[in-house]
């Protein structure tokens, strides 16, 4: 099993940044693809999440309106593209894949999903 995240790096504030998450090893249709981030001294915090089998979708309030999710099953890739970026965005992000009768439970609960990705910095400079 593997998830591998791309696409971090650094960006002004208002700025976008387009992260990917590459999955294999496992049927990628039972299960969910979430996005968490870890600040330093911060808990990981749901950021958003895909069920590419039903088109659930899942956003933290502090990235709904700026974020988007979407899935290509044909590549079992989930990108999470990121606009209107803010400081307060900055945070290693990791992708995680649970599965979907899970974590349909509860996306932001990072102890439903199994597998993680080894994250990819984002740092959004003021």
């Known amino acids: 099993v593997q998830l591998v995240e791309s696409g971090g790096g650094m960006v002004q504030a208002g700025g976008s940044l387009r992260l990917s998450c590459a999955a294999s090893?496992?049927?990628?249709?039972?299960?969910?693809i979430g996005w968490f981030r870890q600040a330093p001294g911060k808990e990981r915090e749901g950021v958003s999440c895909i069920s590419s089998s039903d088109g659930y979708t899942y956003y933290g309030d502090s990235v709904k309106g700026r974020f988007t999710i979407s899935s290509d099953n044909a590549k079992k890739t989930v990108v999470l593209q990121m606009s209107s970026l803010k400081p307060e965005d900055t945070a290693v992000y990791f992708c995680g894949a649970g599965e979907t009768r899970w974590v349909l439970a509860g996306a932001s609960d990072s102890r439903l999903y199994t597998y993680w990705g080894q994250g990819t910095q984002v740092t959004v400079a003021s």
């Open positions: 090893g496992f049927t990628f249709d039972d299960y969910a």
